[in-house]
C-alpha cells in the first residue's frame, strides 16, 4: 500500500467508528479489503473481529491492532468517535501485511495480524486469547498513537509500560427511612462518605505511582424528607504494578468489610474491567528499537515509556507468558490528548509505524 492509499483507508476508518462489540462494519470492510488483496481472513466466531496471516507454516510472529471506538458527545450529539487512534492502528497493521505480502516468499516464517474489538472496555484481548488466536506465537507486537507532550512526531519508543487499572462497581443495601427519624435506619451517603474518608488512608509502596478514587455515587431521590437507605457508587482504581494493584483491592476489600461491620449494613461489589500493568519482553524491546534506528535513525529513539493509562494488550504476555511483547509508542503529536473528543494527530505518523513495525517483524523472523 502506498502512503495516499494508507491515508485513505485511515479517512475510511474514522468516518465510520464503532463502539465496543459493535465492530461489524469495520470487521467486514477490513476483511474485504484483505479477500481483494489475496489474503485469506478468517472471521471470529462469536465476536467481532478477525486475524489473517502472511507467510508459510505456523505464525511466529503477530500484530494486534485495537478496533473499536469511544461512545462520546460531539456537538451534543452522542456517537461513536475514534479519539484513541484505533483507526491509525488498523491502518497501520494493514500497510505492514501488505508490504510482507510483497515479499512473502522470502519471509522465514508467517505473521498473524490480529483485529481484535472490545479494547476500551478492557476485555476483547482476554477472548482472543481464550479462542487460542495467539497460542503459537513466539513475538507479538503493538502500536499506540502517543500525545505531542509525551513523544514528539517523528520520535518513537520501543515499549509503553501502561499501568494496571481496574473498575469497581457496588451498592449499599439499606432501608429508606422518614428524615425526622433517623434513628431507624442508616443514612447510604453517610455509609458511602465513611468509605471515601478510609480511602484517603488507603497507603501502598511510595515508589509505585497509584490512584484510588470514587468515580460515582447515587442515592436519594426527589423528596428530602426521605433518608436513603441505599445508593450504588463505582471506584477507578490504578497501579503502575500488578503487585500493588492486588494490594490496593486487598486492602479496598477490607474497608468495605470495616465499614459493613460498623454500620451494621450490607455492601455489595465486584471488580470489573481489570486490565493488568505491561508485561514488556525485553527482546521483543529490542527488535522494535533496533527498528527505530535503522527506519527513523538513533537521534529519533525514545527510551520505554512510564504512563498511568492501560491497554488490553497486556492480557496476551499475562495468560501467555510465553510469548515476547511489545508495544510502539509511535511519536503522533497527538492533541489536544487521547480520548478528547476532538482529539487530532499527523497522519504521517502512520508510515512510520507501517515501516518501523514491518522491519520490527522481519528482525523477529530472522531470530
Known sequence: MKKKEL????EY????????????????????????????????ESIPGFYVDVGTGKPKVGLRADMDGLLQEINGILQANHSCGHDAHMTIVTGVMHRLKEIEKKLNGSVRAIFQPAEEVG????????MGIVDELVYLFGVHVRPKNE???????????????????????????HGARPNEGINAIEVGSSIMQHL??????PQVPTSVKITQFHAGGDHLNIIPGSATFGFDLRAQTNEVMNEIKEKLASIITYVSALYEVEITYKIKDHIPAAIISTEAEAKVEQAIKEILGPDLLQPRIITSGSDDFHYFT???????????????DVLPGLHHPNMRFNTQAIENGVNILLQSCLLALES
Open 13 to 44: 476508518l474514522h468516518q465510520h467508528p464503532e463502539v465496543s462489540w459493535d465492530e461489524h462494519g469495520t470487521t467486514n470492510y477490513l476483511m474485504n479489503h484483505f479477500k481483494q488483496a489475496g489474503f485469506h481472513p478468517v472471521a471470529f
Open 7 to 10: 491515508v485513505e483507508m485511515w
Open 318 to 332: 499475562l495468560m501467555r507468558p510465553q510469548i515476547k511483547a511489545t508495544m510502539l509508542a509511535l511519536g503522533a
Open 200 to 205: 484517603k488512608h488507603l497507603h501502598t509502596k
Open 151 to 177: 513523544i514528539p512526531y517523528p520520535k518513537c519508543a520501543p515499549g509503553i509500560q501502561h499501568g494496571s487499572c481496574a473498575f469497581v462497581k457496588g451498592k449499599i443495601k439499606g432501608d429508606d427511612h
Open 123 to 130: 476485555n476483547g484481548a482476554v477472548k482472543v486469547v481464550e
